[in-house]
């Protein structure tokens, strides 16, 4: 069973830090990693997609890495600004071809607040 | 062009009832998962309907059940319910390609008294 950990659970920093969060995945058979942002009581957007065969994407001020052997991706913001301050969930895609249909496995988040 | 939408925003009910939830995918998308998130936890899958056919199931029990209409919108239909159904119920869509992004809703609040 698939198993995924994001570490730290919150972090605070101030405006203009480069920061790194953390995800871990117990099963490195996976199709890809998606990082999600959730603002408070809101739905999720996806701001990057990796996929097994990727080692990173960029996006912006967004660079994530996926080292599948180790289990391990992360997020890493630079320059962060308060509007960056939400929470930011990583979710795998388990096995291999279409066995898995897409179903994603969230981990329980990094509450990150960027204050200025 | 529209994103996933989801209705209502929020709910109320007691316990005991019934709810039905409801997603209209991204326009050219076929695939509706469904996932529930209680507070300060991350999102747990509890279905996934492809084909107006529930294709993968997560451990959720029998009172969750759903359905998928002809132009791929979908219902999250919950009996029974209990205080522990209280969480916001988020809708994905996709095109079915694992190399492509799921796309989120807004979630429907639902809280149970």
């Known amino acids: 069973k698939q198993e995924v950990t994001q570490i730290p659970a919150a972090l605070s920093v101030p405006e203009g830090e480069n920061l790194v969060l953390n995800c871990s995945f117990t099963?490195?058979?996976?199709?890809?990693l998606q990082w999600f942002r959730q603002d408070p009581g809101k739905g999720l957007t996806s701001l990057l997609l990796?996929?097994?065969?990727?080692r990173e994407q960029t996006s912006g001020r967004l660079n994530a890495s996926l080292d599948k052997s180790s289990g391990r991706s992360t997020l890493y913001i630079a320059a962060s600004q308060p509007g960056d301050s939400a929470t930011y969930l990583c979710?795998?895609?388990?096995?291999?071809?279409?066995?898995?249909?897409?179903?994603?496995?969230f981990g329980q988040g990094t509450i990150l607040t960027v204050h200025p | 062009d529209a994103g996933v939408t989801q209705s209502p925003t929020h709910l109320i009910k007691t316990r005991g009832q019934q709810v039905t939830l409801r997603c209209s995918p991204k326009?050219?998308?076929?695939?509706v998962s469904w996932y529930q998130q209680a507070l300060g936890q991350g999102p747990q899958f509890i279905f996934q309907?492809?084909?107006?056919?529930?294709?993968q199931r997560g451990n959720f029990p029998d009172r969750f059940s759903g359905h998928q209409f002809p132009n791929y919108s979908s219902e999250l239909n919950v009996n029974a319910l209990l205080l522990g159904d209280s969480a916001l119920y988020l809708c994905?869509?996709?095109?079915?390609?694992?190399?492509?992004?799921?796309?989120f809703g807004d979630g429907t609040r639902l809280s149970i008294l």
């Open positions: 309907y492809y084909e107006e056919e529930e294709r």
């Open positions: 099963d490195s058979a996976i199709y890809n």
């Open positions: 326009s050219g998308h076929d695939t």
């Open positions: 990796i996929q097994s065969s990727q």
């Open positions: 994905a869509s996709s095109s079915g390609q694992l190399n492509q992004p799921q796309h």
């Open positions: 979710a795998v895609i388990s096995g291999a071809g279409g066995t898995s249909y897409g179903k994603l496995t």
